[in-house]
């Protein structure tokens, strides 16, 4: 074999590395029972719903920086989720079927998020009709 070829060997073996390392490392989103799977350290990201059956806890006079609301994930299942950012402009709007995407970690039960690590579906301007409330 030739030099060429060897280095040509070396070079895709180390790109299939290198894809499979990112494949493994992408994250999913889950439920709260698979965030509780994982320790207090390990960032998790969770799809669901706004429970409107628990109030938006809001003071921005005592502390602008949390949030916190309660999210029911994909299998039903209810978690307070603490957001440490100011409230997400129309979060109270969110409706039965609009997503939110909180990425962060399960602490003693709470669901806590960091900055920006939050995702609201933007309500539409062409939707018909009236905003849910």
């Given at each position: ?43 998790f990201r ?23 609301f ?23 709007k ?40």
């Amino acid at each position: 074999m030739k030099k060429i070829h060897i280095v040509l060997i070396c070079v895709i073996a180390v790109m299939l590395g290198v894809i499979v390392t990112m494949m493994m490392n992408t994250s999913t989103f889950g439920t709260f029972a698979d965030a509780e799977k994982l320790g207090p350290d390990d960032e998790f990201r969770v799809v669901g719903t706004l429970d409107k059956r628990y109030p938006i806890e809001y003071n921005a006079s005592v502390d602008a920086n949390v949030c916190s609301f309660y999210l029911q994930d994909k299998k039903g299942s209810s978690k307070k989720v603490v957001l440490h950012q100011s409230k997400p402009r129309d979060l109270e709007k969110s409706g039965p079927n609009d997503e939110i995407v909180v990425n962060g970690s399960l602490i003693k039960d709470e669901f806590h998020v960091g900055p920006n690590g939050i995702q609201l579906k933007c309500p539409s301007k062409y939707n018909k009709g009236t905003p849910e409330s």
